[in-house]
């Protein structure tokens, strides 16, 4: 990351949270396993939040957004008129007076009020294709937030300032259907500890459904918490049924009378069931599950920094120009053609730009306005000057200034 709190080094933003661990060795040997710690020595790693103030920097950035603050103890957990002003703002000397009373001050989605945590969100949603959210937690010294407890989703955890003891409980997780039910951890039956010491400039991988707990010693500590939404098979076929709702009549077959009572009406219930998950089996129904799930990760992206009237001076089939990263894109069809879709937004155009729009969705690396597939020289020029104004291109200096955007 750059000083200003910018990814701007080489590899993706992923491969530097997990340094010097490959993100394939990760994704191979260490996703869904155990707990793992990648201790660095380096303090200053982590210049997500730049300057020893970066507590008071996450603060005044939700001053205005105090349903995204949290203050909690143990068990203990402020309601928010505690800790708000008369205009629904933070109070701010009051969140630092309960700070030190030993509150943990805990920041939610962050990602959704600073860019440069949408940027970090964003990258990890395109490499993964899973929903992920940043959390910050600002720890005073000898406290603990919350009690043993595990997450539902997998989490990495950036020690920005620093540091904090982490205990696991026990070597199996919480199993899913568990989870689901809202399971609660009972401190009094968790067998002793493990543990560790997590250091300024160290990462932590944390599966779902570990136990775990942490606390500071003798300094205050500031960590992010970027949790991995990983959707599963039944997210998978909660999509594909609805998108089958919309178009078979199969799935709105309606049961019969007494089918609750009577064991014949219930024993040809069978037939039915079996008819709807063929139906969902079926490649055109997974794949517009798929889609859906697409259109739900594209949603998630913030839109991107539109270009200037003064970035598209100038342009020909020599140009060379670079999407901007990170953006998850794909190409859908339109009532005018084919669109590309990306964050809020859509380009359309007609049906022979299709395999330009599909070139440029693909397309990771800067190229030449003129290697735009199926396209006239003026065509391949115009798309492009539409796509530098929507935010989608930007040409390559344009691009490294805005690959490291600042804290406001």
């Known amino acids: 990351m750059s000083a200003g709190g910018g990814f701007s080094g080489p590899g993706s933003p992923l491969a530097w949270l997990l340094a010097p661990v490959t993100v394939q060795t990760f994704l191979d040997e260490l996703w869904g396993a155990a707990p793992h710690h990648i201790a660095r020595d380096s303090a200053d790693y982590f210049d997500l939040l730049a300057g020893p103030s970066s507590a008071e920097q996450l603060l005044a950035a939700l001053r205005t957004e105090p349903s995204a603050v949290r203050l909690v103890r143990g068990a203990d957990h402020l309601q928010p008129p505690e800790y708000t002003l008369a205009d629904g703002t933070l109070d701010l000397a009051r969140v630092h007076a309960e700070m030190a009373r030993g509150y943990t001050v805990i920041c939610n989605n962050i990602e959704k009020y600073l860019r440069p945590m949408s940027t970090l969100t964003h990258a990890v949603e395109v490499e993964l294709n899973f929903p992920t959210h940043v959390n910050a937690y600002l720890t005073p010294p000898a406290s603990t937030g919350f009690l043993p407890h595990y997450d539902h989703h997998d989490v990495l955890v950036l020690q920005i300032q620093g540091s904090k003891s982490w205990y696991f409980y026990g070597d199996d997780p919480v199993p899913p259907h568990l989870m689901q039910q809202m399971h609660e951890v009972d401190p009094a039956g968790l067998p002793e500890p493990t543990s560790l010491n997590l250091a300024a400039g160290d990462t932590l991988y944390l599966p779902r459904g570990r136990v775990h707990s942490a606390e500071t010693t003798s300094q205050a500590s500031v960590h992010l918490t970027v949790g991995i939404h990983v959707p599963t098979v039944l997210t998978l076929l909660t999509h594909t049924l609805h998108m089958l709702s919309l178009r078979d009549d199969a799935v709105h077959t309606r049961l019969p009378a007494r089918h609750l009572d009577d064991p014949q009406v219930r024993a040809g219930l069978g037939t039915l069931i079996r008819d709807g998950l063929a139906a969902i089996a079926a490649p055109e129904a997974l794949a517009e599950g798929l889609g859906a799930m697409q259109d739900?990760?594209?949603?998630?992206?913030?839109?991107?920094?539109?270009?200037?009237?003064?970035?598209?001076?100038?342009?020909?089939?020599?140009?060379?120009v670079h999407k901007q990263q990170p953006l998850y894109s794909r190409v859908t069809t339109t009532a005018e053609g084919v669109g590309l879709q990306f964050a809020q937004l859509i380009v359309s155009a007609r049906p022979d730009h299709e395999a330009a729009m599909r070139f440029l969705s693909e397309r990771t690396d800067p190229f030449r306005i003129g290697e735009l597939p199926g396209l006239t020289d003026a065509q391949q020029v115009e798309l492009v000057r539409s796509l530098i104004m929507s935010g989608f291109l930007v040409r390559p200096t344009t691009w490294t200034a805005q690959a490291a955007p600042v804290i406001p």
């Not at 990760?297 to 020599?318: H, I, K, M």
């Open 296 to 320: 739900f990760l594209l949603r998630r992206a913030r839109c991107p920094v539109v270009g200037q009237v003064s970035d598209t001076v100038g342009l020909d089939t020599d140009t060379v």
